[in-house]
């Protein structure tokens, strides 16, 4: 059964708080979303304690006001049931709820997601809301979505109490057969942590010194899936709730950003009628406009095609250590950026700025000060613009790229007792993925067992852990004629953390055509200078070949002449091995070559600064033109094109100003 959102055009909006206001300001919010163009808000996110004052006691009077206001002016809700932030009286009666961390503290309630994901009672109580929701909601006309929960993981992603150690030992006993398995995934034979029975299996606690790697791993895969299946259960609770066949689509918002990584989205995307994200940008990250495309694209990945942008901010948020406002023109790039790379809406947190509460520094649509500032301006400005991309809706994006990306993978790569403690999972990715996006290419993100064959290149950056399917689909994709590249520490260990015997890299070893017998990773401060110029930094390898060939060599240290890049025949494709990281001016000169090796071109060419996106409709081509730089940019277009932000027709080309953005239609085959 198909479920999509039924508002039109790009939805615009964002999270709606009216109960945090005097009613007397409701009318006015109502005019000024007309104003700005909203088309769609979330309601209801953190309003528990207001629905239910005590166990099995509601009112919903206020939501019934809100709702048929937003649908008498033709605004559109997003319905949220509000289980990420529980009651006072629920913790009061259920103190056995509150979370525990790793060293045995338990936590109190107080702010947000203060719950433990395995406990009983709060998932009774969850699940009786959301019925009741449901049940009363599921008809209302204003109402077009659910959004389940809110960010789930964003601060309770484990919980160490004895509940959690049970529900733990619960999911161990369905992945494994039996104690003996476990053991033997685990290595439980080393430092004499064998099991003899199922209960004397405990959470990583803290202890004195480094846990085991694999019990580590899969507590990351057990503390996803158990919010994963509060998630399942609360949609079809609201499902059930839904016997008019309204089939009102599901979602809760993920946060595919610079900050989190609790949660294994390859897992949950597809439970989810639509995928949503939140993004926010990092106030250190001098190019954050990389940030928005990665984070973008991947996940239009995970989505299959278009998503929604659930929240993000219109300037400075309010929990970093300092809170950067955004600059001239940066709300319109930071928000079309998002449409360019498969948003079908956008939205923010929040409407109308808190006067109080642990989020009232946090930007919003209407700000403290006001219509009378350049956040409300913007706003109204960028409503303007997603109404004129309406026809945008739905377009794909081709990519002939794809980047390997692993939940897993990352969680063991940064696990203690490494080689290099300086290895972060994110940071390896972006370093690849930054060189095409200043090309311009589009990317797709893969699984590892993914179907490879719409590619002509696949990179994958860091895939420290590599189950055998995985592996051999990635070599295959190469022995077929494609084109490979990987880099280091990768293919290292199994699905079990188990390193890979015979030299590294382990897995992809035969078709990278290298052997390695000593890794030599290097401190933060050095660097080494390679054989065709540049130099490497973070990692090197004493590599042997075994049928590759050497494209550049360490040219100084230890490692002396040894190989640092390879290129090798694999059936009747290509595997390189990049056995370090690259400075950035060499690695984008290594993958511009790979690629044209590969045969994968740009969208299109445009001066330094200017992003190009493509999204591709049943009859025309949407070029994204984002001027992030400090000049005019000129960029060549199709005959016939038409610049959808001023409905101006083109002449063969497009000015973009400083700053500014331009998005072209090119109809199909002119």
């Known amino acids: 059964m ?18 945090q206001w005097p009613e007397e300001v409701w009318a006015e919010d109502m005019r000024l979303m007309r104003e700005a163009g909203v088309t769609m808000v979330s309601v209801n996110i953190f309003a528990w304690a207001l629905l239910e004052p005590s166990e099995g006691t509601y009112d919903f009077s206020r939501l019934d006001r809100i709702l048929d206001l937003l649908h008498a002016h033709g605004i559109a809700a997003d319905l949220a049931t509000p289980t990420a932030a529980p009651p006072a009286w629920f913790f009061v009666e259920h103190p056995e709820a509150l979370p525990v961390d790793k060293d045995g503290r338990r936590l109190s309630y ?24 449901g049940r009363r909601y599921a008809d209302h006309p204003a109402v077009v979505m659910w959004h389940i929960h809110n960010e789930y993981g964003c601060h309770n992603a484990e919980c160490y109490c004895d509940t959690s150690a049970q529900a733990f ?8 057969t039996s104690l003996d398995a476990l053991n033997h995934a685990w290595g439980t034979a080393f430092w004499s942590q064998w099991y003899y029975d199922w209960d004397q299996i405990l959470p990583p606690r803290a202890s004195g010194a480094v846990p085991n790697p694999t019990h580590q791993l899969d507590w990351r895969r057990f503390c996803s899936d158990a919010l994963l299946s509060l998630y399942e259960a609360e949609r079809d609770v609201l499902r059930e709730a839904d016997p008019a066949g309204k089939d009102i689509p599901a979602t809760t918002n993920f946060m595919v950003m610079h900050n989190f990584d609790a949660l294994d989205y390859w897992r949950w995307a597809p439970r989810l009628d639509i995928v949503s994200n939140d993004h926010y940008l990092r106030s250190t990250d001098p190019e954050s406009q990389i940030d928005i495309a990665l984070s973008g694209d991947l996940v239009r990945s995970l989505a299959g095609g278009p998503w929604l942008l659930m929240e993000h901010s219109t300037g400075a948020v309010s929990w970093q250590p300092v809170n950067r406002a955004k600059t001239a023109g940066e709300l319109r790039r930071n928000a079309l950026g998002h449409v360019a790379r498969g948003a079908d809406g956008i939205a923010y947190f929040q409407w109308r700025a808190a006067k109080a509460g642990a989020e009232q520094w946090h930007s919003s649509m209407l700000p403290h000060a006001g219509t009378d500032s350049q956040i409300w301006r913007d706003v109204v400005r960028l409503g303007a613009d997603l109404r004129a991309l309406a026809e945008v809706r739905g377009s794909t994006t081709p990519a002939e790229v794809a980047v390997v990306w692993d939940w897993d993978a990352r969680w063991a790569l940064e696990l203690p007792s490494q080689p290099s403690g300086e290895l972060r999972y994110l940071d390896l990715v972006r370093a690849w993925y930054e060189p095409l996006w200043r090309a311009g290419v589009a990317v797709d993100f893969v699984r590892p067992d993914a179907d490879l064959s719409p590619y002509r290149l696949v990179l994958a950056p860091t895939l420290y852990l590599i189950d055998d399917e995985g592996a051999a689909n990635l070599t295959a994709f190469a022995e077929r004629g494609g084109t490979l590249a990987v880099g280091f520490h990768s293919g290292m260990v199994d699905a079990n953390c188990h390193v890979r015997l015979g030299g590294y890299p382990g897995a992809f070893r035969e078709a990278l055509g290298v052997r390695t017998d000593e890794l030599f990773p290097l401190l933060p401060e050095e660097s080494l200078r390679l054989s065709e110029g540049g130099t490497a930094v973070l990692w090197s390898e004493r590599v042997r070949l075994e049928g590759a060939e050497a494209v550049t ?16 025949s694999h059936g009747t494709g290509t595997a390189w091995y990049l056995a370090t990281q690259p400075d950035p001016d060499t690695l984008a000169g290594l993958l511009d070559r790979i690629r044209g090796e590969a045969g994968v071109t740009a969208a299109r060419t445009a001066p330094e600064g200017v992003e190009v996106a493509v999204r591709r409709g049943t009859e025309a081509d949407y070029l994204f033109l984002i001027n992030h730089g400090g000049r005019d940019a000129e960029v060549s277009v199709a005959p016939e094109a038409v610049e959808l932000l001023t409905r101006k027709p083109l002449a063969g080309s497009v000015k973009v100003l400083a700053g500014e953005v331009a998005v072209v239609r090119e109809p199909r085959g002119k």
């Open 110 to 133: 107080g702010s947000r997601q203060t719950f433990c994901p395995s406990s009983p009672a709060y998932r009774e109580a969850a699940l009786r809301i959301a019925g009741e929701l």
């Open 169 to 176: 030992r619960g999911w161990l006993q369905d992945r494994y």
């Open 2 to 19: 198909t479920r999509s959102l039924n508002v039109p055009g790009i939805a615009y909006g964002g999270d709606y708080n009216p109960e």
């Open 553 to 568: 060599s360490y040219a100084e240290g230890p490692l002396d002449g040894v190989p640092a890049v390879t290129r090798n």
